[in-house]
Every structure is written in structure tokens, then in C-alpha cells.
């Protein structure tokens, strides 16, 4: 075979004149570098990391090396007889033609016959692909059958066991699975790739419920209560996570890595999360090298509006670490937040000239300088910066920041330029570039010229929300109060939860005394809609503003935008109600 493989390649050598010949020859080569590919399918078994598409299974994951030793002594003696290799040759042409349920069903056939663990997981592996998770069950049984000592194969089976809804078998599975890891000492590992599985069930709780009673005999184990966090957050309940990653911090000692997955778990709690930063800044002390434990602990007081506490966590981590792109970009961040703009520009500056070698994205910093620099008022730098965004997720942000940029310059026709020169693939994406043009028209006071590009774009796309509620918006502007209300009740035609739009009708038509009932039931719907928007309630007429405070609204002025003054620009929603778009 090997022989007829080697000349295969090497057609200009024999004497084939004829076009009949050499096309003889070629298929003659093809069926053997198909039959190559199939004998090695057959083999799959041997290949490191062979990759399955499967929504659970990892059928392709590296075994243990006990594993593969004992693999050898459960392979039998197949004979590669004509019809087995006519069998192989079929299957793989048929998977290769898309028809991996019919190539499974015929090596789960030949596998069944030969009693060969090789044939039941490439039985699987094709089942898998099919999406055909029963067959793949059946397979991959086989397989644990014929190789009763690979570990591969029995995290197959009860993963499949798992989405398929067995249940009840997959927990016997579990059981032995960890009661084999306890014998081991393999047991941080068994209950990793115990969580992963039972977060495959979309019936979170009941996921939950089963690891709750395969753990018990683990009780006092770190990696069980972590577990059993893990499962619990997923299934919405912070609470009893954050009491299950607690206790895991009391088992940790001074295990930093499980010490840092226990205060991550406890962070959606915050009563647990006020006792992770408790055990985090002792262990500190104690180990005050850690940099990771020193790390999680910044976040946990980050997130606890503990910003300065956060940021000189990172400064010790920084002194530790000081080429730590991570620690200068999280320094940036909090520097900014704590009303330090000069600080976070300084930690960019760093994080940009760490040495080559060092893996980090740039774009981000580029994008948050610019940022810097805009609301620095220091425009042409700013501009510098978001020219140095390149392809990828922040250049849309990057562009529409410039044009604002160019046009608060008065470069009003660059500006336009940018936008529409701008290559995005996506309508969204096309329809926000027109609403940030229109921005920097109605900025430089040219309301018609706002009002016809909107109205150019909505023609195309007559049912397109944000177009409809910015077109209403452009109307009112050039006082034609007919469209604004076309195109808003349009909108709210398409949209009936668009609080947004209920406001801007109701509060257009009592800005001007029209149907005055009619304009309080709108913004009423508003409020009802939206009872905390402090955009929509401090445009309430006063004398309607009791209603809105019997409802439980907020009238606080300018809540939004105090809130969004508190988060580093790349964090800010793309609307802020009291200063339109950002």
C-alpha cells in the first residue's frame, strides 16, 4: 500500500500517454488516498486531538496517559479484507459528502461486528456530527464496552447520556466517575469535568439537585463547594451560591488558585463578596506576592464601589508585575473612574510601549486615549488616536468618535466623509453611521440637511426603529410635527414597549398645546413603561409629576448622567438620557 501510495505522486514518471491512461491513473490514485483517509479514521483512536462537533461531548480530548497504554491491550485483531476496506472507503466518502449519518450507522455496523473500540468512537464522532445524539449514545456504549478503561469514553457516554435526558443514568455514571477520582487522587480534575457536563441541562436546578447529592462524600472538599457555586449561579440562585463559594474559601487554606475562583463565585453575592475581600486581604498579607489573589481582590472592591481601595490593590499587584498589560489597563480604567484623567492616560502610555513580545490588544487603548483627549477638549490629538484603530471590534466606535470630533471642528464634509467611507458589513451597523451624521449636522445647525438624510435612509428601510425614532427627532427640529408624529406612532406600531417614543409624541404635543389629554396618556404610558428613566420622567409637565411619583418613579434630575459619568468612556451606553448620544 505504502508502495502504491509513493507512485501515486509521482504520475510523470511512468510511461502513461494516453489521456485515457492517465485518467485511469488518477482515479486510481484518488481511491487510494481515500482508502489511506479511511484506514486512518479507523485508527482515530491514536490521534491526539481529534475534534468532534457536538454541543456536549469532547470526544477528541487527550486521555490519560494510563489510558493509552492500556488502550493497545482492547484492540483486537481486525483482517483489512477487501470488503472491510470497501466498507471504510464508503463510510468516509460519505461523510465527505456531508452524509455523516449514513457513514455512522456504517462503522457503528462494522464495529458491532468486529468488536473494534476504534470503529464504535469513530461511530460516535460521526453521530455527533449528524446531530444524531442517540445513535451517538449507542456508539459511544459500545465504545466504553470494548475499552471499558478509557476515561474519553465514559465521559462521552455520560455526557450524552446527560443532553440525550437520562438522567438517572448519567448520575450512576457521575457516582463512579468520582468515586474512581477519590481512589485516584485525580478528584479537582473529575469535579471540573463534572460541572462542565451538568451545565450541558438546561434544567439548571435539577442539575444542581444531582451534584448536591453525588458531592456529599466531598463535603469538606474546596473543589466541590466550588462545584456546587458554579451550578448554583447558573441556576440563578446567588444566594446559595455565594454561601457554597464561602465555604469554599474556608476549605481553600492558602491555595491561591482556589482561593481566587471561590471570591469570583462569592462576587455575585453581596454579603459573600464582603467576606471574600475580608479573606482575599489577609491572604495578601500573608502571601504578598500573589499577585492573581491580589488581582481578584482589586475587582471585588471594584465592584463594591471601593474604587481607590481597588486601585492601590493593583499598584502593589503593578510593582509586582510592572509589564502587566491586564494590571495597566485595569489601573487606567479605575484611575479614570476616580476622576484621575491624567492617571488612566499615564497607565495607557505604559501599557502601549510594554515590549513587542508582550500579547495585548492596542485598540482598546487607542480608542480610550482618544477619549481622553476629546473630553480634554485636546481635539486634533484626539483624532490622532482614533486614526490608529485598526479593523476589528472598536473601529465603529472609533469612526463615529472621529466624525463627532471633526465635526465639533467644523469639518462638517470630512466628518460625512468618514462616515460614509467607513467599511461595515452590517445594516446596524450602516443605520448608526447615518444617525451619528445626522448628529454632526444637527450639531453644526444644519436641521434640513439632517432632516433629508434621515429621511433618504427611512425610505429604504421604512420599518426600521432606530431610524424612525431619529427621523421623528429630525422632524421636530424643522418644525414638521406631522411627520414626527407619522413616524413615532409608526414606531410604536412596530414597537409597543418603546417608552422612548410614547415620551417624545406626548411631550412634543404638550410642548406645543396640542391634545393636551392625549399628550398626558402618552406620557403616562411612558412612565408606566418606564417608571425609572430620568429622561422620561423630568420631561413630565409639572402638573402631571405627582402621578408619576405615586407610581414609585424616580425624579431625581439627571440620575442617568451621573451614573454615566462614573464609567470609563469604552463602558458608557450608547445613549445617555440627558446628553444624547455618546
Given at each position: 500500500m505504502?508502495?502504491?501510495?509513493?507512485?501515486?505522486?509521482?504520475?510523470?514518471?511512468?510511461?502513461?500517454?494516453?489521456?485515457?491512461?492517465?485518467?485511469?491513473?488518477?482515479?486510481?490514485?484518488l481511491?487510494?488516498?481515500?482508502?489511506?483517509?479511511?484506514?486512518?479514521?479507523?485508527?482515530?483512536?491514536?490521534?491526539?486531538?481529534?475534534?468532534?462537533?457536538?454541543?456536549?461531548?469532547?470526544?477528541g480530548d487527550?486521555?490519560?496517559?494510563?489510558?493509552?497504554?492500556?488502550?493497545?491491550?482492547?484492540?483486537?485483531?481486525?483482517?483489512?479484507s477487501?470488503?472491510?476496506?470497501?466498507?471504510?472507503l464508503?463510510?468516509e466518502?460519505?461523510?465527505?459528502?456531508?452524509?455523516?449519518?449514513t457513514?455512522?450507522?456504517?462503522?457503528?455496523?462494522?464495529?458491532?461486528?468486529h468488536?473494534d473500540p476504534?470503529l464504535?468512537?469513530r461511530?460516535?464522532?460521526?453521530?455527533?456530527?449528524?446531530?444524531?445524539?442517540?445513535?451517538?449514545?449507542?456508539?459511544?456504549?459500545?465504545w466504553?464496552?470494548?475499552?471499558?478503561?478509557?476515561?474519553l469514553?465514559?465521559?462521552?457516554?455520560?455526557?450524552l447520556?446527560?443532553?440525550?435526558?437520562?438522567l438517572?443514568?448519567?448520575?450512576?455514571?457521575?457516582?463512579?466517575?468520582?468515586?474512581?477520582?477519590?481512589?485516584?487522587?485525580t478528584?479537582?480534575?473529575a469535579?471540573?469535568?463534572?460541572?462542565?457536563?451538568?451545565?450541558?441541562?438546561?434544567?439548571?436546578?435539577?442539575?444542581?439537585?444531582?451534584?448536591?447529592?453525588?458531592?456529599?462524600?466531598?463535603?469538606?472538599?474546596?473543589?466541590?463547594?466550588?462545584?456546587?457555586?458554579t451550578?448554583?449561579?447558573a441556576?440563578?440562585?446567588?444566594?446559595?451560591g455565594?454561601?457554597?463559594?464561602?465555604?469554599?474559601?474556608?476549605?481553600?487554606?492558602?491555595?491561591?488558585?482556589?482561593?481566587?475562583?471561590?471570591?469570583?463565585?462569592?462576587?455575585?453575592?453581596?454579603?459573600?463578596?464582603a467576606k471574600a475581600?475580608t479573606?482575599?486581604?489577609?491572604?495578601?498579607?500573608?502571601?504578598?506576592?500573589?499577585?492573581?489573589?491580589r488581582?481578584?481582590?482589586?475587582?471585588?472592591?471594584?465592584?463594591?464601589?471601593?474604587r481607590?481601595?481597588?486601585?492601590?490593590?493593583f499598584e502593589?499587584?503593578?510593582?509586582?508585575?510592572?509589564?502587566?498589560?491586564?494590571?495597566l489597563?485595569?489601573l487606567?480604567?479605575?484611575?479614570y473612574?476616580t476622576?484621575?484623567?491624567?492617571?488612566?492616560?499615564?497607565?495607557?502610555?505604559?501599557?502601549?510601549?510594554?515590549?513587542?513580545?508582550?500579547?495585548?490588544?492596542?485598540?482598546?487603548?487607542?480608542?480610550?486615549?482618544?477619549?481622553?483627549?476629546?473630553?480634554?477638549r485636546?481635539?486634533?490629538?484626539a483624532?490622532?488616536?482614533?486614526?490608529?484603530?485598526g479593523?476589528?471590534?472598536?473601529?465603529?466606535?472609533?469612526?463615529?468618535?472621529?466624525?463627532?470630533?471633526?465635526?465639533?471642528?467644523?469639518?462638517?464634509?470630512?466628518?460625512r466623509?468618514?462616515?460614509?467611507?467607513?467599511?461595515?458589513?452590517?445594516?446596524?451597523?450602516?443605520?448608526r453611521?447615518?444617525a451619528?451624521?445626522?448628529?454632526?449636522?444637527?450639531?453644526?445647525?444644519?436641521f434640513?440637511?439632517?432632516?433629508q438624510?434621515?429621511?433618504?435612509?427611512?425610505?429604504?428601510?421604512?420599518?426600521?426603529?432606530d431610524?424612525l425614532?431619529?427621523?421623528?427627532?429630525?422632524?421636530?427640529?424643522?418644525?414638521?410635527?406631522?411627520?414626527?408624529?407619522?413616524?413615532?406612532?409608526?414606531?410604536?406600531e412596530?414597537q409597543?414597549?418603546?417608552?422612548?417614543?410614547?415620551?417624545?409624541l406626548?411631550?412634543?404635543?404638550a410642548?406645543?398645546?396640542?391634545?393636551?389629554?392625549?399628550?398626558?396618556?402618552?406620557?403616562e404610558?411612558?412612565?408606566a413603561?418606564s417608571?425609572?428613566?430620568?429622561h422620561?420622567i423630568?420631561s413630565?409637565?409639572r402638573?402631571?409629576?405627582?402621578?408619576?411619583?405615586?407610581?414609585g418613579s424616580?425624579?431625581?434630575t439627571k440620575?442617568?448622567?451621573?451614573?454615566?459619568?462614573?464609567?470609563?468612556?469604552?463602558?458608557?451606553?450608547?445613549w445617555?438620557?440627558?446628553?444624547?448620544?455618546?
Amino acid at each position: 500500500m505504502n508502495e502504491l501510495l509513493r507512485a501515486s505522486r509521482e504520475p510523470a514518471s511512468l510511461p502513461l500517454k494516453s489521456t485515457r491512461a492517465r485518467a485511469a491513473w488518477y482515479r486510481l490514485s484518488l481511491i487510494c488516498a481515500l482508502t489511506s483517509i479511511a484506514l486512518a479514521s479507523v485508527c482515530v483512536a491514536e490521534r491526539a486531538h481529534a475534534q468532534a462537533a457536538s454541543p456536549g461531548a469532547r470526544v477528541g480530548d487527550q486521555e490519560s496517559p494510563a489510558s493509552s497504554a492500556d488502550r493497545s491491550a482492547n484492540i483486537p485483531e481486525v483482517e483489512l479484507s477487501p470488503q472491510l476496506i470497501f466498507q471504510l472507503l464508503a463510510a468516509e466518502l460519505a461523510a465527505q459528502r456531508g452524509e455523516a449519518g449514513t457513514a455512522s450507522a456504517t462503522y457503528l455496523s462494522i464495529a458491532q461486528k468486529h468488536r473494534d473500540p476504534r470503529l464504535a468512537r469513530r461511530a460516535t464522532e460521526l453521530a455527533l456530527t449528524a446531530r444524531a445524539p442517540k445513535r451517538a449514545l449507542t456508539a459511544a456504549r459500545l465504545w466504553l464496552e470494548l475499552e471499558p478503561g478509557s476515561s474519553l469514553a465514559a465521559q462521552t457516554v455520560q455526557a450524552l447520556q446527560l443532553s440525550t435526558g437520562d438522567l438517572k443514568a448519567a448520575e450512576e455514571s457521575i457516582v463512579r466517575q468520582l468515586e474512581e477520582a477519590r481512589q485516584k487522587g485525580t478528584l479537582a480534575a473529575a469535579y471540573e469535568s463534572v460541572q462542565r457536563a451538568l451545565l450541558r441541562i438546561q434544567d439548571r436546578p435539577r442539575a444542581l439537585e444531582i451534584l448536591e447529592r453525588v458531592s456529599m462524600p466531598d463535603r469538606n472538599r474546596a473543589e466541590a463547594q466550588l462545584a456546587l457555586a458554579t451550578l448554583a449561579q447558573a441556576a440563578g440562585d446567588r444566594e446559595r451560591g455565594g454561601r457554597y463559594a464561602l465555604r469554599a474559601l474556608e476549605l481553600a487554606g492558602d491555595d491561591a488558585a482556589l482561593l481566587v475562583q471561590a471570591a469570583q463565585l462569592a462576587s455575585g453575592d453581596e454579603a459573600a463578596r464582603a467576606k471574600a475581600i475580608t479573606a482575599l486581604e489577609a491572604f495578601v498579607v500573608r502571601m504578598p506576592r500573589a499577585t492573581e489573589a491580589r488581582f481578584a481582590l482589586a475587582r471585588l472592591l471594584a465592584e463594591s464601589d471601593r474604587r481607590e481601595d481597588a486601585r492601590r490593590q493593583f499598584e502593589q499587584a503593578l510593582e509586582i508585575e510592572p509589564q502587566s498589560p491586564t494590571i495597566l489597563f485595569s489601573l487606567a480604567q479605575l484611575a479614570y473612574q476616580t476622576k484621575h484623567p491624567e492617571d488612566a492616560e499615564r497607565y495607557l502610555r505604559r501599557y502601549l510601549e510594554l515590549p513587542g513580545g508582550i500579547e495585548r490588544e492596542l485598540d482598546p487603548a487607542f480608542l480610550f486615549l482618544g477619549q481622553l483627549a476629546e473630553e480634554a477638549r485636546r481635539f486634533e490629538q484626539a483624532l490622532g488616536w482614533y486614526e490608529k484603530v485598526g479593523p476589528g471590534e472598536q473601529q465603529l466606535a472609533a469612526t463615529q468618535r472621529r466624525a463627532i470630533v471633526l465635526g465639533r471642528l467644523g469639518r462638517i464634509e470630512e466628518a460625512r466623509s468618514v462616515l460614509r467611507e467607513a467599511p461595515v458589513s452590517e445594516r446596524a451597523e450602516r443605520n448608526r453611521l447615518i444617525a451619528i451624521e445626522a448628529q454632526v449636522l444637527r450639531t453644526a445647525g444644519r436641521f434640513e440637511d439632517a432632516f433629508q438624510l434621515l429621511d433618504q435612509a427611512l425610505a429604504q428601510q421604512p420599518d426600521e426603529p432606530d431610524l424612525l425614532y431619529d427621523h421623528a427627532m429630525a422632524a421636530e427640529k424643522v418644525n414638521r410635527i406631522e411627520v414626527l408624529e407619522k413616524s413615532l406612532r409608526r414606531l410604536i406600531e412596530l414597537q409597543p414597549e418603546h417608552a422612548h417614543a410614547y415620551n417624545a409624541l406626548g411631550y412634543t404635543l404638550a410642548d406645543r398645546g396640542l391634545r393636551l389629554e392625549e399628550a398626558q396618556q402618552l406620557i403616562e404610558k411612558a412612565v408606566a413603561l418606564s417608571p425609572k428613566d430620568g429622561h422620561i420622567i423630568d420631561s413630565v409637565p409639572r402638573p402631571w409629576r405627582s402621578s408619576a411619583r405615586a407610581s414609585g418613579s424616580t425624579l431625581r434630575t439627571k440620575r442617568c448622567s451621573k451614573h454615566c459619568a462614573g464609567l470609563a468612556p469604552i463602558s458608557r451606553p450608547r445613549w445617555c438620557a440627558h446628553v444624547g448620544p455618546y
